[in-house]
Nanobody
Framework: VTLVESGGGLVQPGGSLRLSCVASENIFRMNGMGWYRQTPGKQEELVAGITRRGTTTYVDSVKGRFTISRDNAKNTIYLEMNSLKPEDTADYYC?????????WGQGTQVTVSP
């Protein structure tokens, strides 16, 4: 199993970031994929999910600001994040969706701060 996230960083409020996640081909082709985030002391939450057919779902707090997409040729999903807010600060992870694998990648850190 391979899940490799990238693209995080430090950005000012109102800024944008694009996260990428490369997954093992067998995992990617057989599953929906999702972006999850976690902050210290809080349970992880699903940010956005995309099915194999491309149907998307978002947590209410990011609707209209974040866009999830998948490139089946590259076994990669993306999370375009716009109008970022300080409350979006978290470690972001990709995993299968809606059921998650026990395995998690290293994640990518997103910090939204002036």
């Amino acid at each position: 199993v391979t899940l490799v996230e990238s693209g995080g960083g430090l950005v000012q409020p109102g800024g944008s970031l694009r996260l990428s996640c490369v997954a093992s081909e067998n995992i990617f082709r057989m599953n929906g994929m999702g972006w999850y985030r976690q902050t210290p002391g809080k349970q992880e939450e699903l940010v956005a999910g995309i099915t194999r057919r491309g149907t998307t779902t978002y947590v209410d707090s990011v609707k209209g600001r974040f866009t999830i997409s998948r490139d089946n040729a590259k076994n990669t999903i993306y999370l375009e994040m716009n109008s970022l807010k300080p409350e979006d600060t978290a470690d972001y992870y990709c995993n299968t969706f809606p059921a998650k694998l026990r395995y998690w990648g290293q994640g990518t850190q997103v910090t939204v701060s002036p």
